[in-house]
């Protein structure tokens, strides 16, 4: 069988990466972190999305097959971030402190260790070189060289797909409506958890959020812009 693991943790990026593997693969297995993140509200979304995302189209369902959650509470231990601890998002001398160091590189090992078990060679991620961050785990050079370390590591083939690696916001919201029309955006709007202040009191025209912080800017903005580029 065609399988592929898909690390989802109810954002936008990775339930559309998520329909994106449902197009391209006959088996989709899922797998989420606990690391002690305040938005953890994302967790509670990401169930309700695995229930509910065959709404779009039915042939998901018998595709869609385990859900794994891992607790790797010890990331919030290690480093103080904005993303594990109460302090205010800020830029540091290299980047803002949402940026939780290795987190990326950890969920992938922990990922491959489950995609070794149900044998698959195929892992999805969410991850992209456009954002505003500039994380370096997020790097395209960076997922080239854990994928040859992986595959080695494991002596089996792992390939790591990044659908999302050279496009920007806007452009993630055009791959959703390529994928499943306007039916996936309004998913995509109601369902998913970006703002990584956990907030979802108010349903803006791009999904629930804050409103303030880098999350909810880049994914208001990337929306705007998708709207413009469609109405013209």
């Not at 709404?55 to 971030?81: A, E, G, Q, Y």
């Not at 980047?95 to 090992?109: D, E």
Request: negative net charge; charged residues 20%.
């Amino acid at each position: 069988m065609n399988k592929a693991l898909v690390l989802f943790s109810g954002g936008q990026d990775s339930t559309t990466c998520l329909m994106w593997a449902l197009e391209k693969f006959d088996e989709v297995y899922t797998v989420g972190f606990e690391y002690g993140q305040k938005h953890s509200v994302e967790m509670e979304c990401r169930q309700k999305i695995l229930q509910s995302i065959e709404s779009i189209k039915p042939n998901w369902k018998k595709k869609l097959k385990f859900d794994h959650v891992c607790n790797l509470d010890f990331l919030s231990s290690i480093n103080v971030t904005s993303l594990t601890h109460d302090v205010d998002i800020e830029q540091t001398a290299t980047y803002p402190n949402t940026f939780v160091p290795g987190r990326n590189l950890i969920f992938l090992n922990v990922a491959s260790m489950i995609a070794y078990k149900y044998e698959i060679e195929h892992l999805v991620i969410g991850v992209c070189e456009t954002d505003f961050s500039g994380y370096p785990d997020c790097r395209d050079n960076t997922i080239k060289a854990l994928q040859v370390a992986l595959s080695l590591g494991f002596d089996k083939k792992m390939i790591i797909h990044t659908p999302l690696m050279w496009i920007n916001k806007c452009e993630t919201w055009s791959l959703t409506q390529s994928i499943a029309g306007q039916q996936a955006i309004d998913f995509i709007i109601g369902e998913t958890h970006t703002c990584y202040n956990g907030d979802r009191a108010l349903l803006h025209p791009w999904g629930y959020g804050c409103s303030k912080c880098p999350a909810c800017e880049l994914r208001q903005q990337g929306f705007e812009a998708f709207c413009t580029l469609h109405t013209r």
